[in-house]
């Protein structure tokens, strides 16, 4: 048995991590696998305002270095590779890395989090990295006094816009709807800077450009009218998919892919698997929302065990 984990852990968003803390300090020796994108989404923003105990806001990656640290205070053992294949028919869980080395654990902390969505068109798998970008963060300096466009009409969408205003001398906003999804302080963001030009009820055809972005070509949803936007920069802002593609084989999903827990739990079908975070949230999907489904997961998990008699 001594190779047998007490609690592995996939994912190093704030669900991962807090479940890292609370499986470390209740003597779980947690063992975390961090995927591709050590950190998870807070990674790729700036300032997060709305997370408590920061009163004046703090960068997304110097959080997650703050929760890396405490996890790895209290013992955690932290490895930077993905998970790439899961087996949870045994009472002892497998789980396989990307190089193929073998993991059983007891117990398993699903926290693998969500990858932004794209628009589907050719144009746009063509021309990413070529003026296509799902993040303005990390790309929004390459297209500093360049016309851009944002698509989506979430916050993560006026987020995007009003952080590309401050880059850009004009930001075009094309929402599908007569109306946002974000909420009223992200809108009023967005009205505020003069240089945000919202077109209403419109969506992208195709992206234009041979070698790199050069325009947009958009549609009125209402009148049928086709028109094209001059851009250097186009922004991919609708949202997120979980990452729980490893997973379909072995739990109850949701049609969009969010792993079902039972009530009032992290607990899946599966005994001894937990889901926390994005995974398994498709309503709240915050961070501060992340980290408290990373505790009760690691809860979970510590129950689980006592009553096994395996801690
Ligand atoms: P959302 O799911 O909230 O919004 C996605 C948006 O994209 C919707 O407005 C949707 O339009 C639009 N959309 C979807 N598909 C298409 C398409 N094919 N063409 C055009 N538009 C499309 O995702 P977000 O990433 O914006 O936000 C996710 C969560 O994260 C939310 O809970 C949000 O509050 C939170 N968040 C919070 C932030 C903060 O507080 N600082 C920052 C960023 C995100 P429609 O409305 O018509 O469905």
């Known amino acids: ?99 193929g080395t073998l993991i059983e654990a007891h117990t398993i902390i699903i926290a693998t989090g969500a990858s932004a969505k794209w628009l589907g068109l050719e144009s746009e798998v063509r021309l990413t990295n070529f003026g296509v970008s799902a993040c303005a963060v990390c790309d929004g300096f390459f297209f500093r006094g360049k016309e851009v466009a944002v698509v989506g009409a979430g916050d993560t969408a006026a987020e995007e816009a009003t952080y590309l205003a401050k880059l850009c001398p004009k930001v075009h906003l094309l929402v599908r709807r007569d109306e946002m999804r974000a909420s009223k302080i992200m809108q009023e963001r967005v009205k505020s800077m003069e240089n945000i030009i919202v077109h209403w009820n419109t969506s992208t055809e195709e992206i234009l450009g041979a070698e790199e972005v050069e325009a947009v070509r958009v549609v009125n949803n209402i009148s049928g009218e086709k028109s094209v ?55 709240y999907r915050q961070a501060v929302t992340a980290a408290g489904t990373g505790c009760m997961a690691a809860l979970d998990a510590e129950r689980y065990l006592v009553e096994k008699g395996i801690i």
């Open 229 to 283: 936007i001059p851009v250097q920069g186009f922004f991919v802002a609708i949202g997120h998919k979980p990452n729980t593609d490893i997973f379909t084989d072995w739990l109850d999903m949701d049609e969009t892919g969010y792993i079902i827990t039972k009530p009032d739990s992290t607990k899946t079908k599966v005994a001894g698997v937990f889901a926390s975070g994005d995974a398994q949230d498709k309503i």
């Open 1 to 99: 048995m001594a190779n047998i984990l007490n609690c592995l852990i996939i994912g190093s968003g704030p669900a991962g991590y807090t479940a890292a803390i609370y499986a470390a300090r209740a003597n779980m020796s947690p063992v975390l696998y961090t995927g591709e994108q050590p950190g998870g989404q807070l990674m790729i923003t700036t300032d997060v305002e709305n997370y408590p105990g920061y009163p004046d806001g703090i960068m997304g990656p110097e959080m997650m270095d703050h929760f890396q640290k405490q996890a790895e205070r209290f013992g955690t053992v932290i490895h930077r590779e993905l998970i790439t294949k899961v087996d949870f028919s045994g009472d002892v869980h497998k789980a396989w890395t990307e190089s």
